[in-house]
């Protein structure tokens, strides 16, 4: 086998062992389960009965977002876990064994992306049965979950660099709190970002997590008509620069996230 086939069979083993871990702490499955269930009960009955839009259910409009917030909120399982397993020392342990050092992040963020996809699915049940609809094809509503599953596997790398850089499981916590909540609520998550007062809406525009919600409203159909079309480039080309923002964000922290994991096990 080449050294590239090497690494990703030692990945899938990664990945088999990462699900495995949830038979021993079910609890981690159920609040993957359970955020999504809440979030969607929660917003769509607060604010989906308070807030109106032109030509469309709130509830669909805020939907595509409550998907993107809790695959941002979950991704920091991958930080999280990483942090833990260096402090329990199983790097160490993981170092002994013949395998790619590769295989431990890739089979942390594929692990997880299957995660995100359960969340996805249980979401999207709890949002049909609270109004939420899709209104396009079937293969582009299949292409609106694939974005955003491509987007959480994305994410997860960012997490897992940050982790690996910060290295304790209560700074990574503070941390990622810290930039996940700005990147959801200064974006087009709940409201229009072209009602966002200057400044705050230049962010909101180029935030790439307005880029995933607003390809992923294009995409289910979610789109109010009544309301103006964004001028922002990142949200009129939203699908393009969803895949740009993707590639970007892979391209820069799998080598780091995977540099970073090699420092922090040679010590």
Do not use: C
């Not at 397993?85 to 295989?103: E, H, Q």
């Not at 996940?180 to 087009?188: A, E, G, K, Q, V």
């Amino acid at each position: 086998m080449t050294p590239l086939q090497v690494a990703l069979a030692d990945g899938l083993t990664m990945t088999r062992r990462n699900i495995l871990k949830i038979k021993r702490a079910p609890d981690q499955l159920g609040a993957v389960i359970m955020l999504p269930v809440v979030l969607v009960l929660l917003f769509a009955y607060v604010f989906g009965s308070m807030i109106e839009l032109p030509g469309m259910s709130y509830r669909e409009y805020l939907l595509p977002g409550i998907f993107v917030l809790t695959i941002v909120s979950s991704a920091q399982i991958t930080g999280y876990t990483l942090t833990l397993d260096l402090r329990k020392g199983v790097f160490d342990r993981f170092r002994t064994l013949p395998m790619a050092p590769s295989a431990v992040l890739t089979g942390q963020t594929l692990g997880d992306v299957l995660m995100n996809a359960a969340s996805v699915v249980t979401m999207a049940l709890v949002g049909l049965a609270v109004g939420w609809r899709v209104h396009t094809a079937p293969h582009e509503a299949a292409l609106g979950f694939l974005t955003l599953l491509l987007f959480a596997y994305a994410y997860s790398w960012v997490t897992a660099a940050v982790a690996l850089a910060l290295r304790t499981p209560e700074v990574f916590n503070n941390i990622a709190t810290l930039v996940s909540m700005p990147l959801i609520f200064l974006s087009n998550a709940f409201v229009d970002s072209a009602r966002l007062p200057g400044p705050l809406r230049a962010v909101a525009e180029w935030n790439p997590v307005s880029t995933v919600i607003q390809a992923t409203r294009e995409l289910f159909g979610n789109v109010a008509p009544g309301m103006p079309a964004p001028a922002a480039w990142p949200l009129r080309h939203a699908v393009t620069a969803t895949l740009l923002w993707s590639a970007l964000l892979l391209a820069v922290f799998v080598p780091l996230a995977n540099r970073l994991y090699t420092k922090a096990v040679s010590r």
